[in-house]
T-cell receptor, first 113, second 113 residues
């Protein structure tokens, strides 16, 4: 089944404890990105990757890192999480360089205490 | 900066009704527009993608139209069912830049049995 998977789906952590949210797609997509969804602010792009080894900042990149060593994987790294990073996170992928239909993962609900 | 607006913010209809959800965007230089559905606490499911050169797309009981020059799109749902209850989001990708989706705030639909 063609899909975008994320792990973990739910995570509660404490301020300053490094964490990684994994994202993987099995559709051979070039373009991948991360969004966060917050009440009243909607969905905003954090980082994106046009293809392997090429990543760049989105609208709200502060406090996040990403890497794209393989085409299928695009992990989101929070080096020192803070409470304002409590949010619902989505990974997305697209066949073209963002110009095709975009598919989203199931989401990761992160709480930082 | 692109802004996407969705009206109404919430809608409640009896089962069987045909309904229209509206989406407007301020910058007509878009590459495509995509409609999504989001169930509470869940991920985004892609419904329809309309390229900027297209006027409409259909999938089952759903029909989406695009008037790029006036900055408008509509999602028509025929013969609504309780299972259609969800939040519907429209999002646009600009024809230049990082191909981020710019989302509207959504229309929360409830279909009463």
């Amino acid at each position: 089944e063609a899909q975008v998977t994320q792990n973990p789906r739910y995570l509660i952590t404490v301020t300053g404890k490094k964490l990684t949210v994994t994202c993987s797609q099995n559709m051979n997509h070039e373009y991948m990105s991360w969004y966060r969804q917050d009440p009243g602010l909607g969905l905003r792009q954090i980082y994106y990757s046009m293809n392997v080894e090429v990543t760049d900042k989105g609208d709200v990149p502060e406090g996040y890192k990403v890497s794209r060593k393989e085409k299928r994987n695009f992990p989101l790294i929070l080096e020192s999480p803070s409470p304002n990073q409590t949010s619902l996170y989505f990974c997305a992928s697209s066949l073209g360089q963002g110009t095709s239909e975009q598919f989203f993962g199931p989401g990761t609900r992160l709480t930082v205490l | 900066k692109q802004e996407v607006t969705q009206i109404p913010a919430a809608l409640s209809v009896p089962e069987g009704e045909n309904l229209v959800l509206n989406c407007s965007f301020t910058d007509s230089a878009i590459y495509n527009l995509q409609w999504f559905r989001q169930d509470p606490g869940k991920g985004l499911t892609s419904l329809l993608l309309i390229q900027s050169s297209q006027r409409e797309q259909t999938s089952g009981r759903l029909n989406a139209s695009l008037d790029k020059s006036s900055g408008r799109s509509t999602l028509y749902i025929a013969a609504s069912q309780p299972g259609d209850s969800a939040t519907y989001l429209c999002a646009v990708v600009m024809d230049t830049g990082r191909r981020a989706l710019t989302f509207g705030s959504g229309t929360r639909l409830q279909v009463q049995p």
